[in-house]
Nanobody
Framework: QVQLVESGGGLVQAGGSLRLSCAASGRTSSVCTGWFRQAPGKDREFVAGFKWNGGNTWYSDSVKGRFTISGDNAKNMVYLQMNTLKPEDAAVYYC?????????????????WGQGTQVTVSS
């Protein structure tokens, strides 16, 4: 079992920045940790993924160049730095962990999920 707790969400103006954090506990030897988001009435979508072995990262086209995912193995933490936020980035953001090696950039690869943190972007 892996427990994931997100923090760092909030209200920000368009163009601003937020840093989300994900704290992992339990079985922490995940293959990948990722961030997903879900806006009202929409499906949950992939945002960014991080592979612990090698540090490779993946991003959706909509956030590439604006968001950065990083991991701190010693602290069992994963971060999502979000810059130049847009109103369309508003959503509940979820941290997820994959313990199987099925890739890091799609929803089906992930086994454990946090409760989510709300990000609101005002225009």
């Amino acid at each position: 079992q892996v427990q994931l707790v997100e923090s760092g969400g909030g209200l920000v103006q368009a163009g601003g920045s937020l840093r989300l954090s994900c704290a992992a506990s339990g079985r922490t030897s995940s293959v990948c940790t990722g961030w997903f988001r879900q806006a009202p009435g929409k499906d949950r979508e992939f945002v960014a993924g991080f592979k612990w072995n090698g540090g490779n990262t993946w991003y959706s086209d909509s956030v590439k160049g604006r968001f950065t995912i990083s991991g701190d193995n010693a602290k069992n933490m994963v971060y999502l730095q979000m810059n130049t936020l847009k109103p369309e980035d508003a959503a509940v953001y979820y941290c997820a962990a994959a313990i199987r090696n099925y890739g890091c950039a799609w929803l089906g690869a992930y086994d454990y999920w946090g409760q989510g943190t709300q990000v609101t972007v005002s225009s």
